[in-house]
């Protein structure tokens, strides 16, 4: 299992740019890697996921380096309604088990005026 | 399209009681998940359906917990009995694709017990 690692806690304020990091160390080569957002009282919502270099949506950006053993969530012009928990995920997207999903304790993003 | 639903949002129950949980997947997503987050600590994988089948069930705590989902469409969690550290939020998720696909999130069920 690759174990994940991110910051507990990050404040921003309205309008900048928000990068997350998250170690991952141990991943493996069929691993690919996944962002949640989760906002008080909801269930965790799928951000963006990718396995290498970099992958955008409209909701983010995730960049992995070559070794793959971090990964960053950016978040562009961030807004108040960014506010939430992000989890940084790892597993082989196609035959882990859901058993082997680790949430983690997340990075609660708190944005500011 | 309707995302995934859970019922009831909130639960009050006290030590001894049973209680049941539904969940309603989005249509068309064979995988069907619960997971749990307790008092303070890290969301829980407890069970995984495929269809109305189980295909890991590693995670449900004891005997306690008892899931199904008969004809594949919406799945119940029972709790019977219930005990104190059972409290916590109990979320279920679908998804088209096994393992690692992107999962869709119900809203939880808030469980306390008393």
């Known amino acids: 299992l690759a174990k994940t690692t991110q910051p507990i806690s990050m404040d921003s304020y309205e309008g900048q740019e928000v990068n997350i990091t998250c170690s991952h160390n141990?991943?493996?080569?069929?691993?690919?890697i996944t962002w949640y957002q989760q906002f008080p009282s909801q269930g965790p919502r799928f951000i963006i996921q990718?396995?290498?270099t970099k992958v955008t949506n409209e909701v983010a950006s995730l960049f992995i380096p070559a070794d793959r053993k971090s990964s960053t969530l950016s978040l562009p012009r961030v807004s108040l309604s960014d506010t939430a928990v992000y989890y940084c995920l790892v597993g082989d997207s196609l035959y882990s088990s859901a058993s082997k999903i680790i949430f983690g304790s997340g990075t609660r993003l708190s944005i500011r005026p | 399209e309707a995302g995934v639903t859970q019922f009831p949002s909130h639960s009050v129950i006290e030590k001894g009681q049973t209680v049941t949980l539904r969940c309603d997947p989005i249509?068309?997503?064979?995988?069907l998940y619960w997971y749990r987050r307790v008092m303070g600590k890290e969301i829980k994988f407890l069970l995984h359906?495929?269809?109305?089948?189980?295909?890991?069930e590693s995670g449900m705590p004891n005997n306690r917990f008892l899931a199904e989902r008969t004809g594949g469409t919406y799945s119940t969690l029972k709790v019977q009995p219930a005990e104190l550290e059972d409290s916590g939020v109990y979320f279920c998720a679908s998804s088209l694709g096994q393992g690692f696909h992107e999962q869709y999130f119900g809203p939880g069920t808030r469980l306390t017990v008393t």
């Open positions: 990718g396995y290498k």
């Open positions: 141990n991943i493996a080569t069929n691993d690919y």
């Open positions: 359906f495929v269809k109305e089948s189980k295909q890991d």
């Open positions: 249509s068309g997503h064979d995988n």
